[in-house]
């Protein structure tokens, strides 16, 4: 079955960086577009950003814009965040699926980013 295991966050001061990782499996990845999601506490999960199943088209949301990177190695079936000069409005759970409209029903438990100092 369709699975994600996220990876890499944790708790980073303001200006810091951390790179996310997302692995699935269960689906054909190479052939996939995918998305990296985020979920604060108390507010509706927001697409953050989107990468074409070839790598060679991006997009994010503007309040990341010039600070993430979306990137992906389908022989590793691994999605990448880079996500530098953070914020504490970024912190969040992070997940990753499908865009939005073509998403699995199915998530992974998430990887929790904290931007505080």
């Known amino acids: 079955q369709v699975q994600f295991v996220e990876s890499g966050g944790g708790l980073v001061q303001p200006g810091g960086s951390l790179r996310l990782s997302c692995v699935g499996s269960g689906f054909t990845f190479r052939v996939n577009s995918m998305s990296w999601y985020r979920q604060a506490p108390g507010k509706e999960r927001e697409l953050v950003a989107s990468i074409a199943f070839d790598g060679k088209g991006t997009d994010y949301i503007a309040s990341v814009k010039g600070r993430f990177t979306i990137s992906r190695d389908n022989a590793k079936r691994t999605l990448y965040l880079q996500m530098n000069s953070l914020k504490p409005e970024d912190t969040a759970v992070y997940y990753c699926?499908?865009?939005?409209?073509?998403?699995?029903?199915?998530w992974g438990q998430g990887t929790q980013v904290t931007v505080s100092s």
């Open positions: 699926n499908r865009p939005r409209g073509a998403a699995f029903a199915t």
